[in-house]
C-alpha cells in the first residue's frame, strides 16, 4: 500500500513539473500572439468580427468612439446575429460584406452584386435580373487591383457613374458554345476592360443584340461584375450559369482629404507616428502611413511600428554564424558564403572571403541572373507593345463610335440581321496586310480590296482614306441601313471592323466590275445586249422599289448612279454603297437633310429644296435608264456644251424626234425599236423636273418587268402557237394584265395593243 502511494506521488511530481515546464515555455509565445493580434488595434477596443480582423483606424460601430476614427467609412458594423458574426461597412442595410481590411496596402476587399439580363423561351426574365449599382463616398474603388468584366454570347454592357458624366463598357458576342474557350477573357463569351481611377460609384447596365433568341439554348443570361483581377478565370460552362451571385472588389482607403504635407502642418490631426513615412495617395485623396524598412505594426497607434527582430529568422538575415539585431535593421561580420573575422571593412571586403564553393554558386547565380533580366526585358518589351496596341484598337474603337454602332444596332435587333464584328487581324490576315497587289477599287472614297477569309469565302473589304466625323457617320450609317435590307440584288454587309483608325466594310464580293465600266468601256459595252440591258434596269427598278415600299423602314438611297451598282459574273446588278442613304419615319414623306449626292444624278428639285423624297431616287434612276440606252456618261466636259448633260441633250433629242440618233449602236441594229421607245418614255417621265409628275419606283419597276414578259412572249418572239389558244389567251388573260399594269404606263398599253392586233387579225 505505501509502495502504490508513493508511485502515485512520483507520478503526480512528475506532472507538476511538466505542466512548470510547459507554463514556462509557450507562455511568452501564448502571451505574443495574442499581443500581436492585439496590437492592431486600441487597447480595450473590439480587434474582430468573425473572420475579419478590425485594425485602427477602423473600429466595430459597437466599441467605444475612440476606438476609430470619427468618418462613417471606418465604422465596422458587426451582426451579431449570425454565427459567426458578419462584418458590414456602415450599417447592415447596405449589404456590403467587408471581407479583409489590409494596414500594409491600405486596401478593402468588400463583397458586391453580380448583374444579370436574362431572357427564356417568353423574352424578358424579369424576375431573373438584377442590374447593380454601388456608392463609397470615401473610398474609390481600386483601378489596379480590379477588372470589369462581362459574361456572355449576345452581351453589351456599359459602367456609368451615378450623374453619367463617363461611361465604357464591352462586348462579347459568340454563335455557339464551340467558338467559346476557357481560360482569360478575350471577347468571345467573356470580355474586360480596366477601371479608370477616382471612381467612387457606378451604375451598371446590360443588353442584347437579339435578346438571347439565337443563344438561348446554352447562353439565357448576360452576368457583368466588378471584381479584383484574380477573382475570376472564364469557363464556357459559366454561359449557361455562373456559379457565383457576388464578387470581390477591392476599395483604396486613405486618411482625410489633405496631402502629407498640409497633414504635418496641423500636428493634432496628423496620425502618421513613430517610426512611419507618409506618402500620397495616387487614386482618391488623403495620405497613407507604414512602417519603415526594419519595422512592422499598425502606423497608426502610438508605438505601433515595432522593431523586427532579424537575428531570430535565418531567413531575414545573411549572416554567417554570429548575428546582432539593432534598431531597425541587424549586423553581422560576414554574409552567408563568406567567411573571416569581418574587421577590416567588415561586410564583403577585406576581412570577408568567399567560400570556393559558394564563389562557384555566385558566379553561376549572376549568370543566371544575366539572362534572366535579358529574358524578363523582352517579356517586358513585347507586353508594352501588345498593350500598346490594345490601347491603340480601343482609341480607334471610341473614335469610330463603337459603342454608337453598337447600341443602333441594338435599339433595332428585331428588324436585322446579325452583322459581324470583325478583328483588325482577322483582315490584315485576309489582304495579305492589305498588298496593293488585292487591289480591285479605288476612288476619292478610298480603296477597295479582295480577301480571302479562313472558310474560303471571297470578300470585298471597304477602306476609306480620310478619317473625319462626316466619313465616320456615313459608314456607320451605311452599317446600319445595310443590316435592314434582304435583296438578293444588294451587295450583302458581312461586317465591318472598328479596331482601325478608319472603319473597315467587309461586303460579299461582286466580282464583275461596275455598270459604269460596261457601259462607258467599249469593249465591254458592245457585249450588252438590249435584253441584258433592260433585265439590269429592270432588277435596279426592282431594289430601289423594294426600299422605298417593302423595307421595315423606307429607305432613300440618295447616290443612284451607275459607278454604284456591280455585276456579277452572270451581269446581275447589285446595288451598293449606301453611306449617303437616309431611313424614312413611316409618318413621313420627305426629309429636310443637307444636298447630297453625285452632279449628273442628282435631283434638281431636291437641290433647289433641299427636301428628300422617293423621287429623288426616280430622278437618279431615270439618269441611268438614260445611260443604259446611249452609253454615254451622266455629265462630261468632253462633249459639246448642249451634250454635256445627259438628261438635258435626252430630253432634247426626244422631243426633236431624234431619239434613235442618241441611242447606242449595238441597241439600235437589235430590231427592239417599240421596246427601246417605250423605255425611252419612261426615262422621259423620271427626269421630270418635278418629283410629283414623275412615277414611283414601284410602277417603273411593274413597267419594266412588264416590258421583259413582253419581250419573252411567245406572240412577240415569233413563236408559232396555236391560233385557237391565241384568241382564248387573250381573252383570259387582257383582264388580268389591264388591272395589273394599264395604271403604269398608256404608253406601253398602246404598244402591246400594236403588237396584238396584228397577230389576231392575221389568225397567227
Known amino acids: 500500500m505505501k509502495r502504490v502511494e508513493g508511485r502515485n506521488m512520483i507520478t503526480h511530481e512528475l506532472f507538476l513539473k511538466v505542466v512548470v515546464l510547459g507554463t514556462v515555455i509557450l507562455g511568452p509565445y501564448h502571451n505574443h500572439v495574442a499581443g500581436a493580434a492585439d496590437s492592431m488595434t486600441k487597447p480595450g477596443c473590439r480587434s474582430s468580427c468573425g473572420n475579419l480582423s478590425i485594425p485602427y483606424?477602423?473600429?466595430?460601430?459597437?466599441?467605444?468612439?475612440?476606438?476609430?476614427?470619427?468618418?462613417?467609412?471606418?465604422?465596422?458594423?458587426?451582426?451579431?446575429?449570425?454565427?459567426?458574426?458578419?462584418?458590414?461597412?456602415?450599417?447592415?442595410?447596405?449589404?456590403?460584406?467587408?471581407?479583409?481590411?489590409?494596414?500594409?496596402?491600405?486596401?478593402?476587399?468588400?463583397?458586391?452584386?453580380?448583374?444579370?439580363?436574362?431572357?427564356?423561351?417568353?423574352?424578358?426574365?424579369?424576375?431573373?435580373?438584377?442590374?447593380?449599382?454601388?456608392?463609397?463616398?470615401?473610398f474609390p474603388i481600386s483601378s489596379t487591383k480590379n477588372k470589369f468584366t462581362a459574361v456572355g454570347c449576345d452581351t453589351l454592357t456599359l459602367f456609368r457613374d451615378h450623374h453619367v458624366k463617363f461611361s465604357f463598357g464591352c462586348t462579347s458576342l459568340c454563335s455557339s458554345n464551340s467558338t467559346v474557350s476557357s481560360g482569360p477573357c478575350s471577347g468571345i463569351g467573356c470580355c474586360q476592360t480596366s477601371i479608370p481611377k477616382n471612381i467612387f460609384n457606378y451604375n451598371i447596365s446590360i443588353w442584347g443584340f437579339s435578346n438571347h433568341s439565337k443563344v438561348l439554348k446554352f447562353n439565357p443570361c448576360s452576368y457583368v461584375f466588378v471584381a479584383e483581377t484574380d477573382f475570376y478565370n472564364f469557363s464556357s460552362s459559366d454561359l449557361s450559369q455562373l456559379p457565383f451571385k457576388r464578387s470581390a472588389l477591392i476599395l483604396d482607403w486613405?486618411?482625410?482629404?489633405?496631402?502629407?504635407?498640409?497633414?504635418?502642418?496641423?500636428?493634432?490631426?496628423?496620425?502618421?507616428?513613430?517610426?512611419?513615412?507618409?506618402?500620397?495617395?495616387?487614386?482618391?485623396?488623403?495620405?497613407?502611413?507604414?512602417?519603415?524598412?526594419?519595422?512592422?505594426?499598425?502606423?497608426?497607434?502610438?508605438?505601433?511600428?515595432?522593431?523586427i527582430d532579424e537575428c531570430a529568422d535565418l531567413e531575414m538575415n545573411e549572416c554567417e554564424g554570429k548575428c546582432q539585431n539593432i534598431e531597425g535593421s541587424y549586423t553581422c561580420p560576414c554574409p552567408k558564403g563568406y567567411h573571416g573575422d569581418?574587421?577590416?571593412?567588415?561586410?564583403?571586403?577585406?576581412?570577408?572571403?568567399?567560400?570556393?564553393?559558394?564563389?562557384?554558386?555566385?558566379?553561376?547565380?549572376?549568370?543566371?541572373?544575366?539572362?534572366?533580366?535579358?529574358?524578363?526585358?523582352?517579356?517586358?518589351?513585347?507586353?508594352?507593345?501588345?498593350?500598346k496596341l490594345i490601347r491603340l484598337k480601343e482609341q480607334y474603337f471610341k473614335q469610330n463610335d463603337g459603342l454608337l454602332l453598337q447600341q443602333q444596332l441594338h435599339e433595332r435587333d428585331r428588324t436585322t440581321k446579325a452583322v459581324k464584328i470583325f478583328s483588325a487581324e482577322?483582315?490584315?490576315?485576309?489582304?495579305?496586310?492589305?498588298?496593293?497587289?488585292?487591289?480591285?477599287?479605288?476612288?476619292?472614297?478610298?480603296?477597295?480590296?479582295?480577301?480571302?477569309?479562313?472558310?474560303?469565302?471571297?470578300v470585298a473589304i471597304k477602306k476609306s482614306k480620310l478619317v473625319d466625323q462626316s466619313q465616320i457617320e456615313q459608314l456607320i450609317n451605311e452599317v446600319i441601313v445595310l443590316s435592314q435590307i434582304n435583296n438578293r440584288n444588294v451587295v450583302k454587309l458581312l461586317g465591318c471592323c472598328l479596331e482601325t483608325e478608319v472603319t473597315l466594310l467587309v461586303y460579299e464580293f461582286v466580282n464583275n466590275g461596275t455598270l459604269f465600266d460596261h457601259l462607258h468601256n467599249p469593249n465591254k459595252s458592245s457585249k450588252l445586249s438590249w435584253e441584258t440591258r433592260l433585265r439590269i434596269a429592270s432588277e435596279i427598278a426592282g431594289v430601289l422599289s423594294y426600299l422605298h415600299s417593302t423595307a421595315s423602314t423606307p429607305i432613300i438611297h440618295r447616290d443612284v448612279k451607275s459607278a454604284n451598282i456591280l455585276l456579277d459574273a452572270n451581269c446581275t446588278a447589285k446595288v451598293s454603297d449606301f453611306g449617303a442613304s437616309r431611313l424614312v419615319p413611316l409618318d413621313q414623306t420627305q426629309l429636310s437633310t443637307m444636298v447630297q449626292g453625285t452632279l449628273g444624278y442628282l435631283d434638281p428639285e431636291y437641290?433647289?429644296?433641299?427636301?428628300?423624297?422617293?423621287?429623288?431616287?426616280?430622278?437618279?434612276?431615270?439618269?441611268?435608264?438614260?445611260?443604259?440606252?446611249?452609253?454615254?456618261?451622266?455629265?462630261?466636259?468632253?462633249?459639246?456644251?448642249?451634250?454635256?448633260?445627259?438628261?438635258?441633250?435626252?430630253?432634247?433629242?426626244?422631243?426633236?424626234?431624234?431619239?434613235?440618233?442618241?441611242?447606242?449602236?449595238?441597241?439600235?441594229?437589235?430590231?427592239?425599236?417599240?421596246?427601246?421607245?417605250?423605255?425611252?418614255?419612261?426615262?422621259?417621265?423620271?427626269?421630270?423636273?418635278?418629283?410629283?409628275?414623275?412615277?414611283?419606283m414601284k410602277e417603273v419597276a411593274m413597267e419594266l418587268e412588264g416590258l421583259r414578259a413582253m419581250a419573252n412572249h411567245p406572240w412577240v418572239s415569233g413563236i408559232d402557237v396555236n391560233p385557237v389558244e391565241t384568241i382564248c389567251l387573250l381573252e383570259e388573260k387582257t383582264d388580268v394584265y389591264m388591272d395589273s399594269a394599264v395604271s403604269t404606263s398608256t404608253g406601253y398599253m398602246d404598244s402591246m395593243k400594236n403588237h396584238v392586233t396584228p397577230l389576231v387579225s392575221s389568225g397567227r
Open 57 to 138: 483606424p477602423f473600429g466595430s460601430s459597437d466599441s467605444d468612439p475612440h476606438c476609430h476614427i470619427n468618418r462613417p467609412s471606418f465604422t465596422v458594423y458587426c451582426d451579431n446575429s449570425t454565427n459567426p458574426p458578419v462584418p458590414y461597412m456602415a450599417n447592415r442595410s447596405s449589404n456590403i460584406e467587408i471581407l479583409h481590411i489590409s494596414i500594409e496596402d491600405h486596401e478593402l476587399r468588400i463583397n458586391v452584386s453580380v448583374g444579370r439580363d436574362c431572357y427564356n423561351s417568353s423574352g424578358y426574365d424579369g424576375s431573373s435580373s438584377n442590374y447593380p449599382s454601388f456608392t463609397q463616398p470615401e
Open 254 to 307: 486613405a486618411i482625410g482629404q489633405q496631402t502629407c504635407e498640409e497633414a504635418q502642418k496641423n500636428s493634432m490631426s496628423y496620425m502618421c507616428t513613430k517610426n512611419t513615412n507618409c506618402t500620397n495617395t495616387e487614386n482618391g485623396s488623403g495620405y497613407k502611413c507604414n512602417c519603415l524598412d526594419g519595422y512592422q505594426g499598425n502606423p497608426y497607434l502610438e508605438d505601433g511600428c515595432q522593431d
Open 342 to 387: 569581418g574587421k577590416k571593412g567588415g561586410g564583403v571586403g577585406q576581412g570577408c572571403i568567399a567560400n570556393p564553393s559558394h564563389l562557384m554558386k555566385i558566379l553561376v547565380g549572376v549568370a543566371v541572373g544575366i539572362i534572366g533580366l535579358l529574358f524578363g526585358v523582352g517579356i517586358l518589351f513585347v507586353g508594352y507593345k501588345q498593350g
Open 426 to 458: 482577322e483582315l490584315e490576315k485576309a489582304t495579305d496586310n492589305y498588298n496593293e497587289s488585292r487591289i480591285v477599287g479605288q476612288g476619292g472614297y478610298g480603296t477597295v480590296y479582295k480577301g480571302s477569309l479562313p472558310n474560303n469565302m471571297v
Open 607 to 696: 437641290f433647289h429644296t433641299s427636301q428628300l423624297t422617293e423621287k429623288s431616287d426616280v430622278y437618279s434612276f431615270g439618269i441611268v435608264l438614260v445611260e443604259l440606252l446611249t452609253g454615254k456618261k451622266a455629265l462630261s466636259f468632253d462633249r459639246p456644251e448642249e451634250e454635256r448633260s445627259l438628261a438635258t441633250y435626252f430630253s432634247s433629242s426626244l422631243k426633236n424626234d431624234k431619239l434613235f440618233q442618241v441611242i447606242e449602236k449595238v441597241i439600235a441594229n437589235e430590231g427592239n425599236n417599240e421596246q427601246v421607245k417605250e423605255v425611252a418614255n419612261l426615262a422621259k417621265r423620271c427626269l421630270k423636273i418635278k418629283g410629283e409628275e414623275r412615277p414611283t
